[in-house]
């Protein structure tokens, strides 16, 4: 029984991981979606879908094909541009190079993928502007290129530098070339923005987090290209950072290309051709709430096929033309998710569906269903209120025409985001998975009890015990006064702990008390316990670790330009103990000392001497009863339970 339930079980967990995996493109993606101002916005969308791209070259009907939902307000498409269209819109594209030693068996390979790019950007685009980078330790431009033949030689001579640098920053220079490109062509001037990266994914640095980076770029409306060479002698963590380029380039709008598992040269010279379905949408926003900063939307098009994008948020306010009510042609609140037959509530667009015939309730496309009016249905109905908007699925009904239950399809209504023998199967094994519980859990309870034992002898009864004699009260005792509240120091969980300020920049206290298990220190603000303002230390640079039994450790956090004890350089992730006295270095620009009071037994050495305390905060007296004891600026969190 328990074989059955569990192969019920995997074989159901297969199907449902699998069923999603034809619908995980929808179609359209969200490549930048500025703030809102006074219930406007245009931003900008791509066409992935390849019916809806053919079908949409045709200005024909291409403003009634899309449509937006809001989650918090209401929205109609006031008008849709084909970027291509335009001879004014200007493109913007950086060609990212990884130059580290580590890239030097692809170098060759990435720069005939780059060749093949130009001759096919030569062939199709126009009023585009390309700049060629190299990247690694540091970073270099060194071309800005507007025709082919000024891209194929600047080409050359960047590969004939070849690979020189040690290192590889490689998210803080994509976050470099992303606002490069920002600045060469600004969001608010139309046209496109995008870098492509040829990397091998060495990353010395964690600081930089890819959510971050993948948001900006978004909120500059530039789509990040990732190509990503990956051989057998791949370094340790590769895994992990693979994972993290296609985060950063999905979560951008760009395309992550990973070389030996897709034909690389179709995929990079398909981002030409791209350019070509991109489109810029004006919008209206109505029914926007007071004191609402921000939303969320997401773009249907219809046509034979229906695509949506993902959810993306912006920044919208409730002012100028966003305050007014909606029409009735828009219907506010949240959207569901897109199924190809759910109402879409938050959309606008035409009010007639490609392929349906208005007020006559007979839709032509699959999985329509007619309406009452004036009804508007939960998710997974049809709206058919006259004038309305309906959604992918639904069409405009006549008067007098019944519908289902409210929420419930049409009679012809069918899904299309899975086909109906896979919606039947998963149905009928989640069914027999349930029966399979029903049947095991009644059997585990029909078990019989054990047998009690053989002649039991029979209970015997306790004899109540005699109640205790009653003593008599004491006498009252007069009570001491209570004695006064002596101070405690909250630190003295860890012992006395200094890290004593020998070299580093202006602003910095002579020492800082270290009473914490756990002690950060690094350049990023907020986040770390010691925040030093110096561009040569990491976001998250070391970490100290402090214990009751007063043994200090130190830990490098991958930082760029390394930590130092008594002069010796940590390995990247390296964790060493630190005796009082010696010094910690965190790059060539901030120097510190450990000193102990309580636990070494002399000074530490003449060159480093022990700063006294800051005027700020004077060391305090020791407490007493008459005068409370001052707390001196100090780090604290409770010890940890564990010591080494």
């Known amino acids: 029984m328990h074989r059955t339930v569990f192969m019920t079980a995997g074989l159901l967990a297969a199907l449902l991981a699998s069923a999603p995996a034809a619908a995980a493109d929808n179609g359209v993606t969200v490549l930048a979606a500025p703030p809102a101002s006074n219930g406007q916005m245009r931003f900008q969308v791509e066409v992935t879908d390849p019916t809806l791209q053919q079908e949409l070259r045709s200005k024909r009907d291409r403003q009634e094909r899309f449509r937006v939902a809001v989650e918090q307000a209401g929205a109609q498409v006031k008008s849709v541009d084909r970027m291509a269209d335009s001879p004014k819109e200007r493109r913007y594209t950086v060609l990212a190079f990884d130059q580290s030693k580590s890239f030097s068996t692809y170098w060759p390979q990435a720069f005939e993928l780059a060749r093949a790019w130009s001759d096919e950007l030569g ?119 693979l994972d993290e380029m296609s985060q950063l380039a999905e979560g951008s709008g760009g395309r992550y290309i990973q070389v030996g598992d897709v034909d690389a040269r179709q995929a990079v010279t398909g981002l030409v051709g791209a350019l070509e379905n991109i489109y810029w949408l004006d919008v209206a926003f109505c029914g926007v709430k007071p004191g609402q900063t921000s939303d969320r939307l997401s773009v249907e098009v219809r046509g034979q096929t229906t695509a949506w994008s993902d959810f993306v948020a912006f920044r919208q306010r409730a002012e100028g033309s966003a305050t007014a009510a909606c029409p009735s042609s828009v219907v506010m609140g949240s959207s569901a998710a897109q199924s190809g037959t759910a109402t879409r509530p938050g959309t606008s667009g035409s009010t007639t569906q490609p392929g349906s015939t208005p007020g006559t309730g007979s839709p032509t496309q699959p999985g329509a269903a007619t309406g009452s009016p004036g009804t508007a249905t939960q998710p997974g109905g049809a709206v058919g209120t006259p004038g309305g908007s309906t959604q992918p699925g639904g069409a405009t009904g006549s008067p007098g025409t019944a519908s289902g239950p409210a929420g419930a399809p049409g009679a012809n209504a069918a899904p299309s985001g899975l086909p109906w023998w896979l919606l039947a199967l998963l149905i009928g094994l989640g069914l027999l998975l349930l029966i399979a519980l029903i049947v095991l859990l009644t059997r585990r309870r029909s078990e019989p009890a054990a047998a009690p034992a053989a002649n039991p002898s029979p209970p015997v009864a306790a004899q109540p015990a005699p109640p205790p004699a009653a003593e008599p009260p004491p006498a009252q005792a007069e009570l001491p006064p209570a004695a006064p509240a002596v101070w405690k120091d909250p630190f003295a969980t860890l012992p006395e702990t200094r890290l004593v300020v020998s070299k580093g920049p202006p602003g910095l206290e002579p020492y800082y008390r270290v009473h914490k298990s756990t002690f950060t220190i690094g350049a990023r603000q907020g986040e770390m316990d010691l925040v030093v303002n110096l561009p040569q230390l990491s976001g998250h640079h070391a970490t100290v670790q402090l214990f009751k039994a007063g043994n200090v450790f130190i830990k490098d956090e991958h930082s760029t330009n390394g930590t130092f004890v008594d002069g010796r350089r940590l390995n990247p992730g390296e964790r060493v103990q630190v005796r009082p006295g010696q010094t910690i270095r965190l790059s060539q620009h901030l120097e510190l000392t450990l000193v102990q009071p309580g636990l070494q037994a002399a000074e530490p050495s003449a060159g480093v001497p022990i700063a006294a305390a800051p005027p700020s905060a004077p060391a305090a007296a020791e407490p007493s009863a008459e005068a409370p004891r001052a707390k001196a600026r100090t780090i604290y969190a409770p010890a940890r339970g564990d010591d080494e």
């Open 123 to 241: 062939a199709r685009s126009r009023n585009h502007t390309v700049a060629v980078m190299t990247f690694g330790k540091n970073k270099s431009t060194h071309c800005e290129e507007t025709t082919a033949a000024g891209l194929q030689n600047c080409l050359a001579q960047v590969e004939a530098r070849g690979t020189d640098q040690l290192v590889t920053r490689l998210k803080f220079y994509i976050q470099e070339a992303v606002r490069e490109a920002a600045r060469k062509q600004p969001l608010s001037r139309g046209g496109s923005r995008e870098v492509i990266v040829f990397t091998d994914a060495g990353e010395e640095s964690a600081a930089l987090k890819v959510k971050d980076l993948a948001r900006e770029a978004r909120e500059r409306g530039v789509r990040i290209h990732v190509v990503v060479f990956s051989g057998q002698g791949a370094s340790k963590g590769i895994a992990q950072r």
